[in-house]
């Protein structure tokens, strides 16, 4: 397949050598679908259907429909049908589904009425926000390249993009005394776009493991220094935000709508500026066992080429990705997530009552942990504004590991110990967010006596 519309853009000169390899070719799911509309006897899809076994035939139908184990029916709310549920999903999901996230996206970033709605993809769907992370980190990143993300990040952004995708992950300083450190973020985007000839820059709030989140001064501080930077190196910047806690906010300081929208604005004449937004199900609706998130992109106005078609083009090299790994995301957890946005009215106030349990926590938290601290010994938190975590540095001479071992030993307690001495990281992750409001005193209290 050629890529014409997308081969103009600095999109196509930042895939990968798989990025620029894959596609979707009219396979099996492409005749279905022909045959779908056009054919009366349908021998394309392999999936069992038909119309002998009557119990199976739902609401009535007189046709054919894909059949499944009946007693499935008994463990099913009365919003699904099995026939449905037990059916394929669409390689990059559910229509109805990719269309009404879409929609919460605008609304939820405070893009929709912007001017800037026809530069955001239709979302496709993928097994939940890690995949995601795989599916860009592939497109994107050869063997050897240099991954940007912060000092402070998710253990298994090393896993993804290192281990599997043999990427080098780089880091910048998270902080420079409790504020984000702008300015080392600038530096090292900028030293690794002199390297090479593209950047995959990954960044994430609510962060994963210190729970910061900037204010919306900071969040323009940030998408201003990328943009500049790739603006003046003229090379392709792809910036992924990593939203997966998204929503979970709880200082009134903190911005509420997210890094994307500031980067899509900016992207607006820079076309090398490559916004990309991964969330999803997991956290966002708490339905971690789902496997449902998102990938969307925002596609510069400025870019040579017919809009429209340059994200068609991206849709199918996206749906070739997913087709080549997991052929498609589940369809039981896309019909939910989907029955669970059909009423956002119900469903967030529902989850209203769980951030405000994990606020109340976040409140004790933040007011006890102080009796930790003693920042000239090397011992402080990070500024924590949302998400699920605290975290706790410690000074060489409490390596986390060991710490994480006397806490579990004799308190048991347990944390996630983090020890990057390569990046100077050495602390412990807390997550007070599967802590009863009851339990938090007694951590806090574990943790002083251990490092006394």
Same mark, same amino acid.
């Given at each position: 397949m050629e890529f014409k519309a997308l081969a103009r853009t600095p999109i196509f000169k930042a895939l990968s050598t798989t990025g620029k390899r894959i596609f979707l070719p009219q396979g099996i799911f492409y005749w279905a679908g022909m045959a779908k509309k056009k054919a009366s006897i349908n021998g394309t899809i392999g999936t069992a259907m038909g119309n002998e076994i009557k119990d199976l035939l739902e609401d009535g139908t007189t046709g054919r429909g894909t059949f499944f184990i009946k007693s499935m029916k008994d463990h099913l709310g009365t919003g699904l049908k099995a026939g449905n549920v037990a059916?394929?999903?669409?390689?990059?999901?559910?229509?109805?589904?990719?269309?009404?996230?879409?929609?919460?996206?605008?609304?939820?970033?405070?893009?929709?009425?912007? @001017?800037?709605? %026809?530069? &955001?993809?239709?979302?496709?769907?993928?097994?939940?926000?890690?995949?995601?992370?795989? +599916?860009? $980190? =592939?497109?994107?990143?050869?063997?050897?390249?240099?991954?940007?993300?912060?000092?402070?990040?998710? @253990?298994?952004? %090393?896993? &993804?993009?290192?281990?599997?995708?043999?990427?080098?992950?780089?880091?910048?300083?998270? +902080?420079? $005394? =409790?504020?984000?450190?702008?300015?080392?973020?600038?530096?090292?985007?900028?030293?690794?776009?002199?390297?090479?000839?593209k950047l995959l820059l990954l960044l994430n709030f609510p962060n994963n493991p210190s729970g910061y989140v900037p204010d919306t001064t900071t969040m323009k501080q940030i998408a201003s220094e990328v943009d500049q930077a790739c603006k003046e190196l003229e090379k392709p910047l792809i910036v992924i935000c990593d939203d997966a806690y998204e929503g979970y906010i709880y200082d009134e300081t903190a911005d509420t709508l997210g890094l994307f929208p500031y980067l899509v604005e900016r992207c607006k004449d820079n076309p090398h500026l490559i916004p990309v937004k991964l969330d999803g199900a997991s956290k966002e609706l708490l339905f971690y066992g789902g496997r449902v998130g998102f990938m969307t992109f925002a596609v510069s106005p400025a870019s040579k080429g017919v809009l429209e078609e340059i994200k068609k083009e991206l849709d199918n090299k996206l749906s070739g990705m997913v087709r080549s790994t997991i052929s498609n995301a589940s369809r039981v957890s896309q019909e939910l997530v989907l029955q669970l946005l059909s009423n956002k009215v119900k469903s967030f106030k529902e989850r209203g009552d769980v951030i405000n349990v994990l606020k109340e926590r976040w409140t004790v938290f933040m007011e006890q942990c102080k009796q930790i601290e003693a920042t000239s010994k090397g011992i402080y938190f990070d500024p924590f504004q949302g998400g699920f975590f605290a975290f706790l540095n410690l000074p060489s001479s409490f390596p986390a590991k060991e710490i994480a071992t006397k806490l579990i030993d004799d308190h048991a307690l347990g944390v996630i110990p983090i020890e990057k001495p390569d990046i100077g990281v050495n602390g412990i992750r807390i997550a007070y967010c599967s802590m009863l409001k009851s339990e938090i005193s007694s951590a806090i209290d574990a943790i002083s006596k251990t490092l006394q």
């Open positions: 059916s394929y999903a669409p390689i990059a999901g559910l229509p109805d589904l990719r269309s009404t996230w879409r929609d919460w996206i605008l609304e939820k970033t405070g893009l929709a009425g912007g @001017g800037m709605e %026809d530069a &955001i993809t239709l979302p496709v769907v993928t097994n939940g926000l890690t995949n995601g992370i795989f +599916f860009i $980190g =592939k497109l994107f990143a050869d063997p050897g390249d240099h991954v940007l993300t912060s000092s402070k990040h998710w @253990g298994n952004y %090393d896993t &993804i993009l290192h281990l599997n995708l043999g990427a080098t992950v780089s880091t910048f300083n998270t +902080f420079k $005394g =409790k504020e984000f450190d702008v300015e080392d973020l600038g530096k090292q985007v900028r030293i690794l776009l002199k390297k090479q000839g």
